[in-house]
């Protein structure tokens, strides 16, 4: 630590009315520093008893005090540590003094630790050091003059309610910023940066209260989110610390005043905001927020209730052309605009946050809500939506969510929604959810060519995992133009019934009854992802897989997902549920480059669709979800005793929902699978070849339906 001398044309007047230090920072720090202030009147008077009527000086104030390490020479003095203790309150603190002329010396705190009750009559006590019958000085001041303050300073209080720490670094600065002060709260989490180029605290020593912090172009970080050029003041209104008053405020773009009162634990705000840009105030991990305006006209203001208290926010919200890019989210940018009315609540005492009630409107779409959340513990939401023009609801949906192509839907009717859901972490049998999305009363009045081409002949286009094009033809051929890939003609009617029948066991067992969703297995498929704490399984049913297969991609995304639903209702809207099952049976991956049913039937058996016998027909349904992965059994040439034993299971399955005959089902029960070998070239590399298309960089996607990436 570098310390200079002042030259005599750098100090203050003999006899200031106040100690001007430019700084913000907690009370506990002020206190510290008063210390340090108040030993720093000792040495210059007392020479060699230094040590001994510091000790006498300072026990008048408390109730014991335990000095280490503290010497004298020439113009210096050091404590090493200096542990004060009054009632429950103990202090530690590390001080160097060093002398110059006159009142005139340089500070240097080095660590102050503050434990128990750090308010209360403290403060005065801090502050009695600076009387004359301490040896302060004339008239009950200590004149400082040119005093200069340096500080690499550690400040913890251990209270019994909380813990508070902070670092403060001051080199050398008598009067100018910046300093930074950054604090961890553990009941708060995370780490808290708050700055200011200029802050300035101002002491009467006669009159010590309020305590007035003003700063100028100030900063507060924390988890992302992120205040910055703040201009403003807090005031610690008493003594004992119980009181604060703050206004802050940027420009004209907002503002936020009120008091904070530790007393009666309560606290009240007034936060006004306009044409905010919210890209620069708020970050997250991962997460990208450009342009946007934001305005706010809220109250804040404490309530106790049965388990303590809650900060509750009531007000108006407004967000305008915002931007926000995670990839979790979408491939692109999601642009939001919404107007709202809150009614919000935090409460400390289970970190919970409770919706009291919300109105928000979206592109003229009005949705009524409420809900609360307790980390690890339960989240619980109820939303509705009143009945309105299905377009308008359709065309309210964020830019970014669906793709530009989606713009040739039309629809007519009208549309309502309801949904209550209520998830309890860890307990799938207390978790439940109930209404949806009525669209019954929606029409389809125009298509896109994506979907309108689904009814006759097309070509199918995919890009596999390893980044591979892989092409299907599918029927019927005299509507289908000529192209690439094999040509697979699926008709429902003609194929084995155990083709399409063994894929519905397994699969989607309600598929002919659903009209594209299955709640019953939607809320099981919930409970069974609240037990293992992870979402793996989504209920999708077969119409749902076709749409994700045939026009979209296999990304886990929000707007992927969103996609889905609406095509799954489209496509049950246009198409037959024997339609729907030949799309999927002649697009589907069956194996590492191998995809429709055709190809599967050639490579696994060497035979048409038209040849394979229900065992088969069941086999190849058994490779979904992961046939890439099973493709392994045709690597092997065999199939394990349990699989066999699987595809009875399903046979049987089959011939209860009269799927199949009876006769059917005695000749594939006693019927060995034998795969055909035309295109082995070895098991190292059939796995290389798996290996390869599970380790590939890309997403698999359709290039022929929408938002296609050629």
Known sequence: MDRRQAPDSDRKSDRPSGIALRWIGGAASIAAIGLGLGVAAWPFALKGSAEAKLQAALEQRFDSVELEGVTFKRRSLHVENARLTKGDSRIDVKVDVEHRVGWDFDLYVDEVSIFGEVYGNSVDDFRGIFDSESGGGSDGRVHLGGAKLSANLFLLIDHKEFQYSSFLNIDDQPLAGPYDARVDDPAITGEIIAKADEATLTIDPHELFPLRVEFDDGSFERDGYRVKSADGFISLRDPDLENFSFDIHHQNDWSVDGIIDRKSESAYANIKAKNIAIGDYLSVDGMTFDGGSLEIDAILNTNIIENGKEFRLRGVANVDGLSVQHPMLSRDSIMLSADSIIDVAYRPADRSVVVHGAEVSVGGVEVVGSGSYIPNKSVSIELAMPEQDCQRIFNAVPEGLF????ESFKLSGKASATVRTNIVFGSGDKTTLKGGLNLDGCKLESLPDQVAKLKEGFHHTVRARNGKKYHVGVGPFYSAPPGPGLMCDVRYDEV??????????????????????RSAHLIASLKRNVDRGEFRRGGSTLTMQMVKNALLSHEKTLDRKMQEL????????????KRILEIYLSIVEYGPGIYGVCEAADHYFGKSIFQLNAKEAAFLATLMPRPVQRHRHWCNNSLPPEYDMRLERILSRMLKKELISQEEYDEAVGFDIEFDRLDFDGRKNCYAAGDAMLDGEYTQQSLTGFYATP
Not at 504 to 509: H, T
Not at 566 to 577: A, H, I, N, P, R
């Open 496 to 517: 084995h019934p155990a083709l399409p029948g063994a894929l519905i066991a397994i699969e989607d067992g309600t598929f002919f009854s659903h009209k594209g969703f």
């Open 566 to 577: 609406f095509l799954t209702w489209v496509v049950e809207q246009e198409l037959s549920k």
């Open 403 to 406: 793709p530009k192509d989606f």
